[in-house]
């Protein structure tokens, strides 16, 4: 019978041991959720770099008729029509990838995407992206115009380039 009180407060201390440590958890998790870091968001100072705004305004001139929108994701684009896993593998393809520009008609028709490519188009992962945005386009039957930025278009040009596609 002497063992029984001894037990009696073992089982007691462990039971105390148990809640502080719930306590101590709890008190813990209660100020992971409590303190919510700010994201670490800052705004863009501009949407496009210098030599992107001054193509766009020459595109916006080149087709006052038409809309010209400006980094575009290529899945707002194209839509794939595959099923089940080929629809993955596929879209999977695209998904990161976007467009400098793109013209539509008014009623939001895409005519002609418009790359402007610089210095790091040259990479190799960048030429591999740029492929899959070439074979892309070209199977939905979209045209694609890619401009060099050292060998910016004039707006004479620019008007050509929807002018050879409705020709075509």
Known sequence: MSNLPFGILLLGLAGLAAATMLVVIAIRLGKGD???PKPPYVQRPALLTEVEQALFNRLASAFPDHLVFCQVHLPRVLEVRAKGPDYWTWFN??????LDYLVCTPSMCPVLAIELDDRTHDQPDRK???QRKT????AAGLRLVRIKTTELSSITDLKSFLEQDADA
């Open 135 to 138: 074979d892309a386009l070209q």
């Open 34 to 36: 409590t303190v919510t």
């Open 128 to 130: 591999s992206a740029d």
């Open 93 to 98: 393809g695209i998904k990161l990838l976007s």
